[in-house]
């Protein structure tokens, strides 16, 4: 599996706000695809993309409260079409599966074209430490891939980067002259790719949705890579979460309409390509063999929770991670693991475990922008919070995010609210520890901890002289009679 | 002919005003009354348990909202200065009462008589009905006071509050409403959010205020102390010459 | 074929979805709206398709050529036969293509697209290996033309997207390989919506399944414009791995 490093959200979104670059490409890419969303939302008015999303969100929560039932048709139905299902239960086994048919086939080189599994499977370094050539051929990939880094979002896998840090990577890995022309730069890639293409042995995607009733594979890719991928080499291996499985091809309509302008903004991709098992004898090109991997890797565990159930639905567009005013400020490589964002706050802790990812559940100020954005309707925020509940209240210690203290603030505020006469005395207490810190009513940078937080940027009233309720006893319960 | 009998409305004040704007309750008071509404205020209330459920504590926020539906159980309507608590009430307390059938009634009873002040001024008392859309600050601006509005995220996209603050104050004499940039993004207040995360809190309250600034206007305001404390706090900091109202201290006509 | 199945046994899986779904081992309670289709249900919805593809073809036509140049397809709308080879040649002549791989579809019966290149001594090509070429050679040459030539299966006014399913043939790699692309589309190709697409291809489905012959087809590809992306900077740069220009050639009935 991908290494996780969630435990280190706090330092390295530290280090991410202060990231000029980082900012800047952060905003160039949320809002360029969020306005581009925005305006495909009002060509089609909102009535009609509220009626798709409801529908979407109706067919994966049928899909998903019946997955068992789904796969079991998707297998036979890829089988019929002369293709072979395989499931791993883990990163480790699916793996295994990829690395077995490529020894049997003698494979030696291995075009990809994009896949967020395969990251989270780590997939690359098995195959590379097996002696075999891994070449990403999405554009965005392909530079990450050299660059030796993660995605940092779902769908511009190198939207940190910014022109010049390409051009400069290029130069050093490819040896081609530096160029900041973006067209040059798209250029290079086509050319160090193109053969590889034809060589390769092995072809491996991911896959936006399977078609339980046809056995299909669906990919939507931009660049055409996909395409080559799932039709040049002898064999085509895709990679797939469980959850991506959809009932009928019929289904897939509203999907198609509601991911590219999610994503990006566009009405539809470059490319949908549909792959039903391998070549037919009639074919003169496609694949020989084709291979479908089911993967759960964790998901099993966000299934069984009714509370997260819905975190599955999720088509991976992005939307919510460029609406995000989190995510906008630290980049999606401070989240640690393969998915960012508010979404990847929730499958995060569900895939590597709640322990591992702490922090995330709790960065956000549960705004909503996700959910509003989201085309399925994921209720992000109402996830967030349960999460933050089964930490707060966890038995295990590791999962844990209370300390003993935030229990008896919790419990303490909880009994001063709860009483009257306590609410008073702490008023009085408040007041009188305040006064001295206070200038004219406010206080201002101190070194007290835990309000030092709050005033290092900003003052912090004290309570007033006289409550409201104090006030209203006074003075208004009589004025309105 | 008799007159219709008046609207009766409890006031769910929130303990941030409560405690530390007591102003803001009596300004909601006043322009209650102005509207001929019955305002009590039922003493038993006191916070509605918001910052202990966002931060998990779910046992103590539930202390605290039984609290909250035994305080307002005998009201018609019950007016919250704050699109925040007001979402605690309507949205949240069917989530945490999801297994607990007797108060989850209560709490789904409760959340059809909530309104977040602005909305209970449009929906229930047809205030600013006249007043159309958005653009209605257009008029004369000078002399008046130059108003931006930065709508809190609870309001909008829990409570779906969006056009009657913006239509309130913009009937609102004396008051020039400018539009402020990239108003929907969130101000970084987030509640606990602020302290666990200041870093990130902190950039976000820097674009709030940066626009703030770009906006032209004398005064920010909101639906909700919270998001004003927080952009308040900063805006004294920096010595910045923006006034921050509550939305009903505009509409109480109180200047700044 | 590589054998058995790899992993844990799908048994085995499956057994731990339902039981993360707390589920028992049965059919959805309430069956699913389109899988419960039969035969003549897709038959009589294909029917409705097709005669309201009929009845609003010159309208169809027309949206489908707006949202194709919007999708950044060159959009050419020809009257007849003749027009359509005229504006072929003088593509290939601009390109200064010599060799030109096309897909082995009926359109090109009709659309003899061999002669005319031959006519500015181009060589048009059918991609199929019973020719000459290796494997490897064919693909060889693809990779050298400078356009390929497909027709369209289907082509889709919602979408502006022309479709080409897989047929004796190179059809896959003809139309991403070149750096330019031709598709020919003539009226009967024309459809409405992506609706209409998985109704009619639905009901090609399965009734292939029921003479037991054939299925969906091994691939199904949706052209909708250039190759492109955005992964550098957000800027949107055409004819990353696939072609750079497309050409929409809209034939009309004579
Ligand atoms: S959660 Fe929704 S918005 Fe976010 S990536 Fe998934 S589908 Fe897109």
Redesign the interface.
Known sequence: MAEVVTRQFVPASQAAVKDVQLRQALRRAGSGFDGTRREAIAEVSEEVWEGWREQARKIKEHTIGHLDYYLAMLERNVAAAGGQVHFARDARQANAIVSEIARRNGVKTVTKSKSMVSEELGLNHVLEANGIDVFETDLGEYIIQLAEETPSHLVAPALHKTRGQVAQLFAEQLGVPYSEDIEEMARVARVALRQKFLEADMGVSGANFLVAETGSLVIITNEGNGRLCTSAPRIHVGLAGMEKVIPSLQDLAVFLRLLPRSATGQRISSYVSMVTGPKRAEDEDGPEEFHLIIVDNGRSRLLRDPALRESLYCIRCGACLNVCPIYQRVGGHAYGWVYPGPIGSIVTPGLVGVAEAKDLPNASTLCGACRDACPVQINIPRMLLHLRHQQAESNDENERTSSDTDKLLARGFANVMSSPLLLKLGRTVGRAVSKPLAKSGKIGETRLPLISRWTQARDLPVPAERSFRQRWRDELSKDGR | MSQPPPVRASLF?T?I???????V??SV?RVL?RHGV????P?GQ??C?Q???????????R??AI?TLDALAGSDYVVVPSGSCGAMMRV?YE?LFADDAENLERAQQLGSRVYEFTEFLAKVLGVADDVTGDDAAGGDATGSEKVTYHPS??L???MRVRESPRRLLSGCSGVALVDLPEA???C????T?????????????ADKLATITQSGADTITACDMGCL??I???I??QNLPVSVRHIAQILDGEQA | MTSANMGIPSAEFLASVRDALGRADAPPENAYEPLTDDLATLENRAIEVRERIAGELPELSRRLGETAALRGWNVTRCAGVEETLDYVVSLARRLGATSVPRSEQSVFDDVPVDAALAGVGALCWPAVYDGPDSREGIRRRLADSSMGITGADYAIAETGSVIVLPRRGLSRLVSVVPPVHVAIVRQSDIIGTLDDLFALRRLEYHQNGQSGTADMGSYLNFITGPSRTADIEQTIVVGVHGPREVHMVLLDEE
Request: aromatic share 12%; proline share 4%.
């Open positions: 004040v303990c005003i409560d405690q530390l704007y007591p102003e309750g009596v008071v009354r019955d305002v009590d205020f003493e006191s916070c348990g910052p202990l459920y966002n931060s998990g504590f779910t046992q103590e926020a202390r605290l609290r949240f989530d995220c609870h909008l996209r829990e929907e993004q969130c970084g207040f987030g509640g959010f602020a302290v666990k995360y200041p870093h990130i809190s902190e950039e976000m309250l404390m927080h308040g706090g900063a004294s900091r």
